[in-house]
């Protein structure tokens, strides 16, 4: 026998072998940092004042950047999913850009957009506005490299159920805005869920555009992987240990979205 059952049919031994050898690769290196943790001082380790000031800054500025995220998001994917006009791929790939970009180049782009010489940033500054090495440049880099993780993710969903329930909801008298409220968003919860975790995933771990648009300043910027960034130089032991943290933390939150995603498309599907 070459083939192995599955839920949904055969699946070759040898897909299986490839993806046993794709999740070792994977956890084999959270494995070896997890030997190299000092388990004895773990506790010292993790609760220093600056250690925990980044994990708080990170977990504030990670909301708020999923929130951003969730209202300019679902808009995005709304239009990109659900209209058709001339230049919409064009578009499409402008939004997914920092998909693809260093997040250094998103660092700099927004340094050039919101710093005091910037775009934006110099009419700001008159006002009073000072955006750059702040903690809202902290949300908005995350938010920038965070934002297409919730686009692609609903776009998907929103091609995937098609347009049948928002038509007949429209032929029954139903304005645009209550078509999009009571129908399209709760037929695809699920993927505004998966999406919204895994911007707040992204966006806890983001480092390159941060540090180079909002710095590293301690309780106003410094997040987790900047601290752990600048504890690898001075006390290994201790960036080993807020790694380990870092991980345990996105761990726990996919795991959380994974339980009230999965029973909530199965609900979706039960009702179709």
Not at 5 to 26: D, H, L, N, Q, Y
Not at 252 to 268: E, F, T
């Amino acid at each position: 026998m070459t083939r192995l059952r599955a839920t949904s049919g055969p699946v070759p031994r040898w897909v299986i072998a490839v993806a046993i050898v794709g999740g070792v690769f994977v956890l084999l290196p959270l494995a070896a940092m997890a030997t190299r943790v000092n388990w004895g001082q773990f506790g010292a380790l993790v609760s220093s004042p600056s250690s925990v000031a980044a994990l708080l800054l990170s977990l504030r500025t990670s909301l708020a950047a999923t929130a951003l995220c969730f209202v300019l998001g679902v808009p995005m994917a709304v239009v990109v999913g659900r209209t058709r006009f001339a230049g919409q791929r064009i578009l499409r790939s402008l939004v997914l850009l920092p998909l693809v970009l260093p997040p250094v180049v998103g660092g700099i782009a927004l340094l050039y957009t919101f710093g005091r010489q910037g775009l934006l940033g110099s009419t700001l500054s008159i006002l009073g506005v000072d955006i750059a090495f702040s903690t809202t440049a902290v949300v908005l880099a995350q938010t920038f490299v965070a934002l297409p993780f919730l686009v692609l993710s609903l776009e998907g969903a929103l091609r995937t159920a098609g347009t049948r329930y928002e038509e007949v909801a429209a032929t029954l008298g139903a304005r645009p805005t209550t078509v999009l409220w009571r129908v399209t968003l709760p037929l695809v919860l699920p993927a505004v869920l998966s999406g919204a975790v895994l911007s707040f995933a992204r966006a806890l771990g983001e480092f390159g555009a941060t540090l180079t648009f909002a710095g590293s300043l301690q309780g106003v910027t410094r997040t987790l992987p900047l601290e752990i960034y600048l504890q690898r130089e001075t006390d290994p032991d201790a960036a080993v240990a807020l790694a380990l943290v870092l991980v345990a933390v996105a761990v726990v939150v996919i795991g959380i979205a994974q339980r009230v995603a999965d029973p909530l498309s199965l609900r979706r599907q039960g009702s179709l």
